[in-house]
RNA sequence: CGGGGUGUGGCGCAGUCCGGCUAGCGCACCUGCUUUGGGAGCAGGGGGUCCUCGGUUCGAAUCCGAGCACCCCGACCA
């Protein structure tokens, strides 16, 4: 390609809306454009790049015995009914009826598509196990897109789906994508880690999230450097003390004038914070279709943790939940600032080990103004729920070990999940085993978000003059920067070299537009191609180009008749050292 | 959806508080000459519904009202 041919330019400056790395730099280097919040153009280096990035994803999907297979982006909303998940999916699933007055849905995953394709083409437990994938595109009305290419709207996601007569074979088919995402991983030149996650609205039992390790990220991780467990903060479990045996005390109505707050609390009646327990007032909206409704929920843990939605979510099935309006907290009979179960009704009381199981801890009256002592569940209240709702955090002993864990922030560009027979129950994916029964097939799902992909590698590889493209996704391997503007031996030399490079099977640009020296070096750093050959006229009187790499700061000479060979090498040895990240990584729960 | 912010040539901004005459600046773009190894110089030039609608006023980018879009922080995802 040649640059004065090329569709987009690099920018001066970029808009202030744009606050991380990669966003900036796809902007400024022309890779991307954005058309509406969260909706975006990929231009021509960002199209390359991400079709390399793809094609390394099919290459690994292939191995494991992936076939390819393209499904439709707009559905009937009939198979989305059929799961229930129309039902149970917010305003993130945009809804619109065809010129029939037909309920129709964008599509934001595929499970439903493929539950309908294995009713209609597998019938015997011969045809098993199949692994079928795609790469195409996802709409999902994202309540806050942000990050450039971190979190959009519209997005290409590829999504398999694996389909086994048993449960041994969906591990195996699992399992398999477990190490064929590392691969896909260190191949597109980040690290990614692995870790135990909720399975949100997808359903199903075991699954894991992979995280690009930055602090960028969205997702807090807890990690044990003793024994090796990651989990996302949405479920991450820690080890908890033991309670002390006490004798219950009297309960005690003390006055504590403007104490709002735990900190407060505590001060005030001289204990530490783990002596208080505090609650949190939410609105969830519990069942489906007919039965759904809106229940109160009062979580009570002890005043030094912290309530982790999403496991009160899961422990009250909830598929929304927000905080509960004044009006709302008043209509249970409970006080914000001084609230607790006691006298509440109408409320489902969701309560953590750390309060069940401790004595005499200080909670509110219920009554402004006053805190109550002595407070005891199962005395003086009775949870409908005892469940571990507590939020990890740094420093919290190990589930597995008991040594403290870190936390860490991460995006999440993969994940792979254990779906089990949710859709091929509802949609009949059934197929005939070897005692001639009627057996639901057995799916497992996993995606990876390629945009974002190539965004988190952006992010990783980059320095404060531009990207710095591995060469396994670099949208051109080799730059040649022709320092001359009219015709001459620099522009003769360069074309010669861009042809043999080409003739060689290598992807090169040849920055032959008519600008200044200073703005092709600037553009060639900001664009971010690994390897990159300087021909000027300055070079070739003493018959040499300019030899450098992107990530070093180093330039070299060499003689011109070597050049290319010189470029060809640097592409394999590049190639080479990328290749050596491929490891086996041994499965974690 | 709650909180905060921003909308002015392609991009980045000033002007808005305190209404005023051809709406400025930098970058980018076009033409010519010069320059040519880390974002060149001079000269000339093109391009703007000042987010939209409504209102106040002799007069609105500026004041008032409503709406829309985009960004950031929270609840949610590849």
């Not at 297979?69 to 009939?78: K, N, Q, S």
């Not at 929920?297 to 943790?305: P, Q």
């Not at 489902?348 to 750390?354: C, F, G, M, Y």
């Amino acid at each position: 390609m040649r640059m004065s041919q090329l569709f987009s330019t690099t920018l001066r400056e970029v808009s202030a809306d744009a606050e991380v790395a990669s966003h900036q730099l796809l902007l400024r280097a022309g890779y991307i454009r954005q058309l509406a919040s969260g909706i975006f153009s990929y231009l021509p280096l960002a199209q390359r790049a991400l079709k390399k990035v793809e094609d390394i994803i099919r290459e690994e999907m292939d191995a494991i015995g992936g076939q390819e297979i393209t499904m439709p982006v707009v559905h009937p909303a009939e198979i989305w009914q059929r799961t229930g998940r129309y039902y149970a999916i917010g305003s993130e699933m945009s809804r619109f009826k065809d010129k029939n007055e037909r309920d129709m849905v964008l599509a934001m995953t595929h499970e439903e598509v493929v539950a309908d394709l294995v009713s209609r083409e597998i019938k015997s437990y011969r045809q098993l196990p199949q692994l079928v994938y795609q790469l195409q595109t996802k709409w999902r009305d994202d309540p806050r897109p942000r990050s450039g290419l971190i979190r959009v709207r519209e997005f290409t996601m590829k999504d398999s789906y694996s389909l086994d007569a048993d449960w041994e074979g969906l591990e195996k088919q699992y399992r398999a994508h477990y190490q064929a995402y590392f691969n896909i991983f260190h191949r597109c030149g980040i690290g990614a880690i692995a870790v135990a996650s909720d399975t949100g609205m997808m359903g199903g039992k075991v699954a894991h999230e992979y995280m690009y390790l930055t602090p960028i990220g969205e997702d807090t991780l807890l990690l044990c450097d003793g024994c090796g467990y990651s989990a996302n903060r949405q479920i991450a479990t820690f080890q908890r003390e033991g309670a002390d045996r006490e004798d219950l005390l009297e309960k005690e109505e003390v006055e504590t004038p403007n104490m709002q707050t735990i900190e407060e609390l505590a001060a005030f009646l001289d204990i530490p914070t783990s002596r208080t327990s505090k609650a949190v007032f939410m609105m969830a909206t519990t069942g489906e279709g007919e039965a759904q409704q809106d229940r109160f929920v009062l979580a009570v843990i002890r005043g030094d943790m912290e309530v982790n939605e999403t496991k009160l979510a899961n422990a009250v099935g909830a598929r929304e939940m927000w905080p509960a309006s004044a009006e709302e907290i008043a209509a249970v009979g409970a006080v914000p600032g001084y609230g607790s179960p006691l006298g509440v009704e109408g409320a489902l009381v969701v309560v953590d080990p750390s309060v069940a199981d401790a004595a005499n801890l200080a909670a509110g009256a219920n009554r402004a103004g006053f805190h109550t002592r002595n407070v005891n569940c199962g005395r003086d209240y009775t949870p409908d729920i005892t469940t571990d709702i507590a939020a990890a955090g740094e420093g919290d002993g190990c589930p597995r070990c008991g040594k403290p864990m870190r936390t860490s922030r991460g995006v999440e560009v993969g994940n792979i999940f254990q779906l089990g027979t949710k859709y091929t129950d509802a949609l009949g994916g059934e197929f005939l085993d070897a005692d001639g029964k009627t057996q639901p097939v057995i799916m497992g799902s996993y995606g990876i978000g390629v945009g974002r992909l190539l965004a988190c590698v952006a992010e990783e590889s980059h320095d404060e003059h531009g990207l710095i493209w591995p060469i396994s996704i670099a949208p051109y391997q080799v730059l040649i920067t022709l320092l001359a503007k009219g015709e001459g031996e620099a522009q003769t030399t360069a074309e010669a070299m861009y042809h043999q490079l080409r003739e060689q099977g290598l992807d090169v640009l040849l920055d032959d537009r008519r600008e200044n020296p200073g703005v092709k070096f600037n553009d060639a750093d900001l664009i971010g191609i690994p390897v990159r050959l300087t021909v000027g006229d300055r070079g070739l009187k003493k018959g040499v180009v300019e030899f450098k790499l992107r990530r070093d700061s180093e330039r070299s000479e060499v003689p011109v008749d070597e050049a290319v060979e010189r470029a060809i090498g640097a592409v394999r040895q590049l190639e080479g050292e990328l290749s050596d990240r491929i490891v086996e990584v041994p499965y974690s729960e």
